[in-house]
């Protein structure tokens, strides 16, 4: 059967306008998946095949394709040069071949095949006629993926050594509609496929399979029953990766806690992704750290969420093609994903190792995680070291509610969920601790933090002395950001150091000097001068870039008039009374980075209406929204909480972005009048 078309041309030499026209050969449930969004993809379907005429001719008037029944049919009449590969389990890798050896390009639906040596030719078939083949799963290049992915580069887990990893399918004849598939393949060719790729991507290729079992647990009342194993365990050594134990089953249902759940031990932390194949979206996926000798905590995105396309796929390998750089690495990873799951089936059935081998699979080298700058680096022009900076950052101020609490549990908790932005100063007393911390195991690698810390009113006249102390406390060569925590200049009292150590009464005397009439003592620094031992630190390589706190435009305007090294980042209160949008603009224009401190501590800000009625809207608390409201306008808050859920939240509400009408229900609530 066919809705046949004229030949368009060959596909050596036409691009259509909307980019590749692709055919898709399977018509069923993942067909429509990929089908879903077509309108946002650089594809276009031309012809669709399958052996239900119905199914085909169904999905071609939706699509406004050709319909066929007969492969061979649509090979001869259509000049598609990607073919999407959406049959069965069992019916992929003959699929493949024949549109390989028709010179199509070839998308494929996992697995690649069932057996090892039939991936690897069809590798080697592509390799030889010069195609573009490609696999799925897709799942490394997926939202929370890729955010466990940087939890791993940032150095927080050591050495990775040990990893549980689990495919419970299900019972799919309680829970899809074509079951057949399924039950023919087994647990292994199509849960076990995600958790494989992923951990194949990240650490590179399976060595060998150290031992496995295989069980048939199934109901008695099921009339189909599978026809391999139903449930598969093994143990697996990576060739230069960890220890993995895979669990595989049709009989423990897909809704039980772990899905296709992932979780990684290493010397100094652990890792969970409560789904390895999980495509992203609002629905959400959790990725949770623990360090060692702590428990969980939960990494939120910060970025808003997005599902990634079952397109995604297809288009970056047609991409590959009209780059002319046909794309195979992922169905290379494909093919040893195959003869994984083989060595399993064999070790399970042999009782003995089973080697696997690398089959071209190149571990991946560790990518490093940068936001500011890093020892030993050439200077760093400032606007491009605060660039970087993070949606949100973490402030280290040890005051809370009237009084000094100590931080160091909830920095670890910050550093735990994802924060990578530390906001410190001298004058908070802590920067010791937190260099204790940043020291520990399982912090990240200095390379993956931006430092900031505030030389204190008292030491404007000994800037170098201050930087030196704090970049001793902090334990680090250089600081990201080294900013003036006021304008003002006041009596120098002394090196600042470890002032959490020293009584209260000792602390206020040291950094908040006054005379014998109760009065401030001040000291005769200006401005400019303070800015000069700024650069000098700039020049000596200690700082990657200047910035002041606490400034109005007329007095920042003043410092980037006189400034050798130009101010990179301004921080000021910030929220929604008092927005200081003229700032915000002013600095934006120039390429300084505007950092917003105190962002939820307004009295009465967070129980006002429209801040509520915000939140309630983007489903989140009203702190939430307003961080998100200051994230929204390019602006860094740091907000601070000895509250672990708090905390984690503050860091999520990044993922958010209010409406317009939201953001003029907030523009309302400014207040020239705002005072403390």
Known sequence: MSNHRPRRGTFYDCTPPRGMECAFVGCGTVARKYAATLDA?????????????????????????????????????????LLLNLTSHGAHAGV???????????????????????????????????????CAPINHRCEAQRHARAALDDGRLGTVGLAYAHAHVGRVTEWHDDPDSFLRVGPLYDGAVYPLSLLVAWFGPVDRVRTADAADPWPERESQRPERPSHVEATLDFETGPLVRLTASLYAPHRSREFTSLELHGDDGSLYLDDAGDLGGEEGHRVAFGRAGRGYTPMPLQQPSARTPYLAGPA???????????????????????????????????GSTVAVGGAGVDRPERRRVVWGGRAGDEAVSPPNAARRLPPVGFGCA??????????????????????????????????????????????????????????????????????????ADLGVERLDCYLLHWPDAWAYTGPLRRLAELPVERQEALTFPTNGDGERMRADVCLESAWRQLEALYDRGLVASLGLCNVDRATLSSVVEFARVPPAVVQVERHPYQPRDDLVSWCHERGIRVVAHSPLSAPGLLDEPAVRETAAEMGVSPAAAVIAWNVGRGVV????????????????????????????????????????
């Open 637 to 676: 808050p740091i907000p601070s909480s000895v509250d672990p859920d708090h905390v984690v939240e503050n860091l999520a509400a990044a993922g958010h972005r209010l409406t317009a009408e939201a953001r003029e229900r907030i523009a309302a609530l400014e207040d020239p009048e705002f005072e403390r």
């Open 41 to 81: 993809s650089p594809l276009t379907v031309t012809a669709v095949c399958d052996l239900d005429a119905d199914r085909a001719t169904s999905l071609a008037a939706d699509l406004d394709a050709a319909a066929y029944t007969a492969l061979d049919d649509l090979l001869g009449a259509e000049d598609a040069p």
């Open 398 to 471: 040890r005051y809370r509610d009237g009084s000094y609490v100590d931080r160091s549990d909830s920095i670890a908790t910050a550093l735990d969920a994802g924060y990578r932005f530390l906001d410190s100063a001298e004058l908070y007393g802590n920067e010791a601790r937190i260099g204790e911390l940043l020291a520990a195991p399982g912090s990240p690698d200095r390379d993956a933090l931006f430092l900031a810390s505030k030389v204190w009113n008292t030491n404007h006249g000994h800037v170098a002395e201050a930087c030196e102390t704090t970049l």
């Open 316 to 350: 970056r390998l047609a991409a590959s093609v009209r780059r002319g750089r046909p794309e195979r690495e992922s169905v290379r990873r494909a093919a040893h994903v195959v003869a994984v799951c083989n060595a399993v089936e064999r070790a399970a059935e042999g």
């Open 96 to 134: 493949t071949e024949r549109a390989l050896r028709a010179d199509r390009h070839v998308w494929s639906e996992k697995p690649l095949a069932l057996d090892a040596g039939t991936a690897r030719e069809l590798v080697a078939l592509a390799d030889r006629r010069n195609r573009a083949l490609g």
